[in-house]
């Protein structure tokens, strides 16, 4: 017999995914809103996390590749997984020099505990009243839309990713990730 909140995590990650996967609209408006514009610079934010010095701005990550991700909440199947992948290969970004980020409604609390829980070594950022998630078009109501973001080393947004699976996210960032900087080079 599974628990209570088991049951309804894997009925709340399954809604978010079912929304997600019936996402038919244009690449410049997603579920969440309208997302900012490539090539661009991303949207300005600072938010706290549960590591460092207590906040993080994207003007303190300049000089490094962002991806930036926004996920719809701690411990929930498709949001542990998706961290999972991208724990699994953070070494690899990081030989990238980038930063992996992880955005969602939750607060700083939360987050420790899923770091804690899942040993995440990249920061987690509580974007409790959607702020942020709103500015990068990536906010349903009260949570966070699976989005993600690579912003380059001078803070302007270079790749979305809307259909997000969590499966496979991590390495299809990766791979966009070093076609970007090869570009750039």
Known sequence: MISRRTFLSIL??????LISWLNFTPAANALGGKLPAINQ?????????NTGNGKISLSDLRGKWLVLY?????????????A?????????????????????????????EFCDSEGLKFPLLADTDGSVSKAYGSWLGYLSMRHSF?????????ETFVKVNPN?????????????QSAAS
């Open 12 to 17: 709340f990650a399954s809604c978010i995914s």
């Open 41 to 49: 610079p991303a949207p300005e934010f600072t938010l706290p996390t």
């Open 70 to 82: 926004f996920y719809p909440k701690d411990f929930t199947s498709g949001c542990t997984i998706e």
């Open 84 to 112: 999972r992948r991208f724990q699994q290969d953070l070494p690899q970004y990081l030989e990238k020099n980038a930063q992996i980020i992880g955005v969602s409604a939750d607060d700083i609390d939360s987050h420790a």
């Open 150 to 158: 690579i912003i380059d080393p001078q803070g302007v947004l270079r």
């Open 168 to 180: 496979i996210h991590s390495s299809e960032v990766l791979a966009r990730l070093e076609k970007l």
